[in-house]
């Protein structure tokens, strides 16, 4: 969401504001040049492959549906229907909680994993190309940490909420 001028925008430093804009438009070109990067040459959709890698890095190659909504920062029902397309792929399955009736896991299946270890290096490259390699060691992780503190605030305000 860009900000638009206003009165109160200009309580809002110049160099934040630039810096704001930034961040929208390097997310917003850098990740539509990867969804296409996969989309064409790996007939993937980029929300498919975050899926995979979540469920790829979690204990058990699974996770509870509301978690990984919010890994993937989905609502649970656009996250449900993902999973419902996934499914017929046959790249993630669901199965029930056994302590929880009402919870489900989304369960990566070799499938998948094959499809991941296909796909990771197209992925990849594209990281490095779009925004690893325009990027220093000391900025990567000035970035890693400003960012983070920005994520972190913004989910306490959300929680609170």
């Known amino acids: ?27 917003a070109h850098t990740m539509e040049l990867l969804a296409r990067e996969l989309r064409d040459e790996e007939d993937l959709p980029l929300a498919f492959y975050d899926v995979l890698v979540q469920l790829h ?30 499914e017929r792929q046959h790249l993630v399955h669901r199965t029930a909680c056994p302590s929880d009736r009402r919870g489900t896991f989304a369960e990566l299946t070799p499938q998948g994993l094959e499809t991941l270890r296909r796909t990771a290096p197209t992925h990849l490259r594209g990281v490095r190309e779009h925004f690893a ?27 609170a909420r």
Do not use: N, Y
């Open 57 to 86: 890095e979690a204990d058990g190659h699974r996770l509870r549906m509301q978690e990984l909504a919010e890994r993937v920062l989905l609502s649970k029902s656009g996250l449900t229907r993902l999973i419902d397309r996934m």
């Open 133 to 159: 390699a325009l990027v220093s060691d000391e900025e990567a992780e000035l970035l890693a940490t400003v960012l983070g503190r920005v994520a972190t605030a913004a989910q306490e305000a959300a929680s």
């Open 1 to 27: 969401m860009s900000a638009s001028p206003s009165a109160t925008v200009t309580s809002v430093p110049p160099a934040q504001l630039a810096a704001w804009r930034a961040f929208l438009e390097a997310h």
